[in-house]
């Protein structure tokens, strides 16, 4: 079933693979972006292909949430949505990668859940907004679970009543956040559409 066209910033791994993963499953011909890892993105467009679906990988860099809101109003009078996600804390190798591999168990007594989450999850949470379900849902920033903040290491404690350090995965992790647009056009029927998705791990 072709539903249209997903364009996912950040598609190259963890939670940008997944959603990529499964919009293609769903019926979406998908358009990833990635920093900078061609292998990455190249072994996801193959993994759609080989499941009979349609994806291309694009180099980018995008600043996300200020992007969504902005396109949203754009493109609205096309039919098209567009919606940040901000996935939480994920279970990816973004924070290995951000040099807190340890920073999962770290927080997740501080998570809503208890627990991590996964980016089949937050996947799960991108095709419901490509859905008809949401047909109303733009502009909008979904939070799938509230983020806690890395308490700042006693290595770099701030002087008091200074601002707390907060450390670069977790601003990676607050920074980057994602979109998922599915489309109607104003006559009722399926338009296009445009997904955005952040680079978690990439």
Known sequence: ?????????????????????????????VCLTYHHDHAAAAAVVADVEAAGGVAVGVQADTAVDTLGVGLAREVAGDGIRVNVVRPGIIDTEIHAS????????????????????????VAAAVIWLLGDNAGYCTGGIL?????????PSRAVQAPSGAPSP???????????????TGTMG??????????????QSQ
């Open 166 to 180: 907060v450390s670069r995965a977790s601003r990676l992790a607050t920074e980057r956040s994602s979109m998922a």
């Open 98 to 121: 951000g040099g807190q591999p340890d920073r999962v168990a770290r927080l997740r007594p501080s998570t809503p859940m208890g627990r991590a989450g996964t980016a089949d999850e």
């Open 186 to 199: 104003q006559s009722g029927r399926r338009a296009r559409s445009s997904a955005v998705m952040p680079d």
């Open 1 to 29: 079933m072709d539903r249209g066209v997903l364009l996912l910033t950040g598609g190259s791994g963890g939670i940008g693979a997944a959603v990529a993963r499964s919009a293609a499953s769903a019926g979406w011909a």
């Open 143 to 151: 939070d799938v679970a509230r983020r806690p903040v890395d308490p």
